[in-house]
């Protein structure tokens, strides 16, 4: 065998060798992707299309059966659009909520340290035990915010037991949630903003705060934005707790979500196929509205 022949073959072993070795690191991983991920979503979509019942012990294939039904349940089309509407309200009060506590967090030195840690209580608490003290809280004869009310001479509000104030307490709530964990985040980009910039903008003329904010701030946390976006909706398309703690999709179904009817479906009336298209539908929006807002921004934003 000539030198040339030798050295190609000592080439391709060498080859070889490096892509096993690569392939033995990622296996782990991949095996870990099949496992939790990819194995679950094969399941739920063989569910999706049978019209199989919890504990039941065989299922009949129904094919799109179960899609169709869903598209023309009014109950569907409901939780969708109280999901939407929730979705909407929670968002932009999440993220320029958090923003805007975060800017005015930041500014402080002495006692910056206790305001984060009040601001992010919410985060490390029980939502669902939280959801039993904003009961009591917002009780129409016992909470204290009423009582506000009454002695600024306002009627009293029942907040979860109104139609039309139901859902928006809901979002004032899931924002509170939120507020806190999101202001880490813009903490965390504001303290990666150089000072230096500030300075040469103030130099250059811009000695107003909201045009340093508007020419340096907030361009320079566009991807701290996007993130807290994202990351925001898909939290806010989750909304199953407090839900499931004080309205129960009530009154009159103005409270009832999307996950909310999913739970219902799957563990109430055991229709598992069917709660399992759901949850299809369910995954498409966050994945339709995590992509469009994704590229939208990402086109905006400034690394």
């Known amino acids: 065998m000539t030198a040339v022949a030798q050295g190609a ?3 391709r072993r060498r080859r070889w060798i490096e892509q096993a070795t690569g392939l033995g690191f990622a296996l782990p991983a991949l095996a870990l992707l099949f496992l939790t991920i990819l194995l679950p979503l094969a399941v739920l979509l063989y569910l999706s299309m049978t019209n199989y019942e919890f504990g039941a012990i065989s299922a009949d294939w129904v094919g799109l059966a179960n899609f169709q039904k869903a598209l023309g349940d009014p109950i569907i089309r409901r939780s969708v659009v109280n999901t939407l509407v929730y979705v909407a309200v929670v968002v932009p009060g999440g993220v320029f909520g958090a923003l805007l506590i975060a800017i005015l967090v930041h500014g402080r030195r002495r006692t910056r340290s206790f305001y984060e840690v009040i601001y992010f209580l919410p985060v490390t608490s029980t939502l669902i035990a939280m959801a039993t003290v904003w009961q009591f809280l917002l009780h129409p004869a ?12 306002f009627g009293q509000i029942a907040f979860l037991s109104e139609p039309t104030t139901a859902l928006p307490t809901l979002a004032v709530i899931g924002i509170w949630q939120l507020l806190g964990f999101n202001m880490i985040l813009f903490l965390a980009g504001l303290s990666a903003i150089p000072r230096d910039l500030y300075e040469a903008a103030e130099i250059d003329g811009a000695s107003n705060p909201i045009d340093r904010f508007l020419t340096i701030t ?21 909304i199953f707790d407090t839900v499931a703690v004080m ?14 009817n999913i739970y219902l479906e799957g563990f109430q009336y055991f229709h598992t196929g069917y709660a399992a298209a759901l949850t299809f539908i369910f995954l498409a929006f966050i994945l339709v509205f995590s992509v469009a807002q994704t590229f939208t921004l990402d086109k905006k934003v400034h690394y």
Do not use: C, D, H, Q
């Not at 009423?146 to 002695?151: P, Y």
């Not at 946390?221 to 989750?238: D, Q």
């Open 247 to 260: 309205t129960r999709g009530g009154p009159m179904g103005t409270t009832e979500v999307l996950l909310y």
């Open 9 to 11: 073959a000592r080439s």
């Open 142 to 153: 016992l909470g204290p915010v009423n009582a506000v009310l009454r002695s600024l001479g």
């Open 218 to 238: 907030w361009p320079l946390l566009g991807p701290t934005t996007m993130f807290v976006i994202v990351t925001t909706m898909i939290t806010a398309f989750k």
